[in-house]
C-alpha cells in the first residue's frame, strides 16, 4: 500500500472519529485532603473539545490522499 493512500485513510478514520466523539475525555486523581496519615482523593473527568472543524479538516485532507495516492500510481 503506498504512503499517500495509507495517511490518508488513517487520516479519514481520524476524521470520523473526531465527529463522533467531540472530545477527549479522560480522568485524573487529585489529592483532596492531606493531613498526616489520612489522605483523600477525588476523581476529576476532564475534557479536551474538539471542535467539529478539526475533523472536517482531517476528513478533507485524508481524501485529497487518499485521490492524489491513486491518481500517482
Do not use: S
Not at 53 to 62: E, F, K, P, R, T
Amino acid at each position: 500500500m503506498k504512503t499517500y493512500t495509507l495517511i490518508g485513510i488513517i487520516l479519514i478514520v481520524i476524521g470520523i472519529i473526531a465527529f463522533t466523539y467531540q472530545g477527549i475525555t479522560y480522568t485524573t486523581r487529585e489529592k483532596v485532603v492531606d493531613i498526616g496519615p489520612i489522605q483523600i482523593n477525588a476523581d476529576k473527568t476532564k475534557t479536551i473539545p474538539l471542535p467539529p472543524i478539526v475533523g472536517g479538516i482531517a476528513l478533507v485532507g485524508g481524501i485529497v490522499l487518499l485521490v492524489a495516492g491513486g491518481k500517482k500510481g
